[in-house]
């Protein structure tokens, strides 16, 4: 497999990160993963407009141009030969003898590009039964709306989840409301029909699947509310489900063991599941 590190593609075994790196030191560095489907990458504008704009929050300065960062992507999916799976993408601020105060301009950003082979249909299995899912306080920073690599709140809350049988963490605020997923976007259906996701703030990332299943939900005829939702209000729901890149619209059909709707994917969730790659930018690489 081969692996693009700032400016060569490499081997993994001669691939290599400064041991200084500000993204492994203070996990200074954002990302971004991408589905690919059938050698195209889906929704590759808005992943690179979040992208910037988590840049930007950051004053991490862009590697490059979208346009040459969309070549690279392009060349490690063929190198890999990558059909169906993900590209993930991290920017680092770069390396620089440790320091906790920004380097000066003499810093050059470091940039990751690899792509992962994922069998098509293997979401497709999990989404015919639907996942659990299990809450836990919301713990991280209050700056969840940008996609940064400082990710261990959501890799423990994952491993208590999975530890519980769940699939899938949600956090809760201190109000009470579901926050998202540890690695998704949360989602309801209610008992009258109406979708219901939380609205975008700091507390959540934007995710692109999210925007693209709003353009889907807009597509079906289906009402939406953009407000927070409470843990008694997502067991009282008629569906649940969540979305990510990787698994686009994923059904839940338990929440902390207590079962959602009739236990199964509900018809909505299946709609918006087998509409979604009609409506995302599918592009060529
Ligand atoms: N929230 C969090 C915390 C995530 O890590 C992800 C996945 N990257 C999402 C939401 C979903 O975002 P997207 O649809 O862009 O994959």
Redesign the pocket.
């Known amino acids: 497999r081969i692996v693009y590190v700032n400016g060569a593609y490499k081997r993994y075994a001669e691939a290599a990160i400064h041991a200084e790196d500000r993204g492994f030191q203070f996990a200074d560095a954002v990302y971004?993963?991408m589905e690919v489907r059938g050698g195209r990458l889906v929704?590759a504008t808005?992943?690179l407009a979040?992208l910037n704009r988590s840049l930007g929050a950051l004053s991490i300065s862009a590697p490059m141009s979208n346009g040459a960062l969309l070549h690279i992507v392009g060349e490690v999916v063929r190198r890999n030969r990558v059909r169906d799976g993900l590209v993930y993408l991290q920017v680092t601020r770069g390396a620089g003898p440790r320091n906790f105060s920004f380097p000066g301009l003499e810093i050059f950003p470091t940039l990751v590009v690899l792509a992962r082979s994922q069998r098509l249909g293997w979401a497709d299995e999990l989404a015919e039964h639907g996942i659990a899912v299990k809450t836990m306080p919301d713990n991280?920073w209050g700056r969840?709306d940008i996609?940064t690599v400082m990710?261990l709140p959501?890799v423990l809350a994952k491993d208590a989840a999975h530890s519980a049988g769940a699939h899938e963490a949600w956090f809760v605020d201190q109000s009470g409301a579901i926050t998202?997923?540890?690695?998704?976007?949360a989602w309801i259906v209610t008992p009258g029909g109406v979708l219901v996701t939380r609205p975008l703030d700091p507390r959540?990332?934007?995710?692109?699947?999210?925007?693209?299943v709003k353009d889907v939900a807009a597509a079906e005829g289906l009402k939406l509310e953009e407000r927070a939702f409470t843990l008694a209000e997502a067991i009282g729901a008629r569906e649940a489900f969540?979305?990510?890149?990787?698994n686009t619209v994923m059904p839940v059909v338990s929440i902390d063991a207590r079962q959602v709707g009739d236990g199964r994917p509900g018809p909505v969730v299946r709609r918006l599941r087998s509409r979604f790659h009609e409506l995302a930018e599918i592009s060529i690489v």
């Open positions: 971004e993963v929704d808005r992943h979040r991280r969840s996609k990710l959501a998202e997923g540890a690695s998704s976007n959540i990332l934007p995710g692109v699947t999210r925007a693209t969540v979305t990510s890149a990787t």
